[in-house]
């Protein structure tokens, strides 16, 4: 079989509300460092020393690292969250032909309508908290000003 490359991309990466975000906290992702001011930025700054670009490529090295868990975990709570909707909308379905048939009440569909409910506010924490470790190390890198407020007289 032979393989196909997939052809380039004739658009960079856009960028989204997380990548944004970051960026406010001084922080770039893959998607801000491609857009052209980023790039003829990045091209201008030179290192004196090689521990100062060691230590700049292990600061990249750790963002990036973050963002791949991001999406990682991100990914996989979507591909739970699919799982669990198809288990649970089979589940429904068997309850709504049970229920039709034996003519009993909709307590069963009710309560698996429910878990469905609930199945989507814990992923929503899930993705949260993904969130939330991704920003929290640019949130902490943050300095917030100090005003001085003097009297006047």
Do not use: W
Request: net charge neutral.
């Amino acid at each position: 079989m032979a393989r196909f490359k997939t052809p380039p991309r004739k658009r960079p990466i856009e960028t989204n509300d997380i990548d944004h975000i970051i960026r406010c906290y001084g922080g770039t992702t893959v998607a801000s460092e491609m857009e052209p001011i980023q790039m003829q930025t990045s091209k201008r700054l030179s290192h004196n020393t090689l521990n100062e670009r060691l230590e700049a490529l292990s600061r990249r090295n750790g963002s990036l690292q973050l963002e791949l868990s991001y999406y990682r975990k991100s990914t996989e709570n979507a591909m739970q969250l699919r799982e669990e909707i198809v288990r649970i909308s089979n589940e429904l379905l068997n309850h709504c032909i049970i229920a039709m048939l034996s003519e009993t009440d909709f307590n069963d569909i009710k309560k698996t309508s429910y878990s469905i409910v609930n199945l989507i506010e814990e992923f929503d924490a899930k993705q949260r908290k993904a969130y939330e470790e991704l920003v929290a190390p640019f949130q902490s890198r943050q300095t917030v000003p100090t005003i001085i407020v003097s009297e006047m007289i």
